[in-house]
């Protein structure tokens, strides 16, 4: 796992690496990392889950392994496994931010669809959900839902009632 001082370090640390190549990325996030940085609701993450830069791949890979070694991380401390899902969004919330690194996080709404459609292993994923149905807001529940539905991983299926009742618990503990 890795805390939040650990992954600040190691984002600052690609920020360097990028800036000596004169290279500027701007990553989507989603997952944990979100919510050591932003929400910070959580103490440590395993990994970064992010979507990379079309073309930019290999120098991620090059300059996260670069990391990995200097800091006695796990090779996949950051990843890219999250484009197996289809990430859609791209939100203007800044997670973290540097001269040569920006981390976004996707759009709330995508982000609780994934969360919802996932494995939803208990009171760490309830947290999660509910820390991303605060910033969606008490807007109108109806459409929210059907945002939230939009988004669902396409893998494992989850049947659209299982993401309604997982919806109606999250909204019910933040908002009732």
């Not at 000596?20 to 929400?39: D, H, K, M, P, Y």
């Not at 979507?51 to 930019?56: A, F, N, Q, W």
């Not at 760490?124 to 988004?151: F, H």
Request: proline share 2%.
């Amino acid at each position: 796992m890795i805390n939040r001082e650990q992954l600040e370090k190691a984002l600052n640390r690609l920020n360097e690496l990028l800036h000596e190549r004169n290279e500027t990325i701007e990553l989507v996030v989603v997952g944990g990392a979100i919510s050591v940085l932003f929400f910070e609701n959580r103490y440590s993450t395993k990994d970064v889950d992010a979507v990379y830069p079309v073309g930019k791949e290999k120098l991620m890979e090059e300059i996260i392994k670069t990391v990995s070694a200097e800091q006695n991380l796990p090779d996949d401390w950051m990843n890219s496994g999250v484009e197996f899902f289809g990430v859609q969004t791209k939100s203007r919330n800044v997670i973290f931010k540097q001269e040569n690194l920006i981390l976004y996080a996707a759009e709330w709404e995508e982000m609780l669809g994934m969360k919802l459609s996932g494995a939803f292993r208990g009171n760490k994923d309830i947290d999660d959900a509910m820390e991303i149905l605060k910033q969606i807001g008490n807007k109108n529940r109806s459409e929210t839902l059907i945002k939230v539905v939009k988004y669902k991983n396409f893998t494992p299926e989850i049947p659209d009632d299982t993401i309604r009742k997982r919806f109606d618990l999250i909204w019910h503990k933040v908002f009732d």
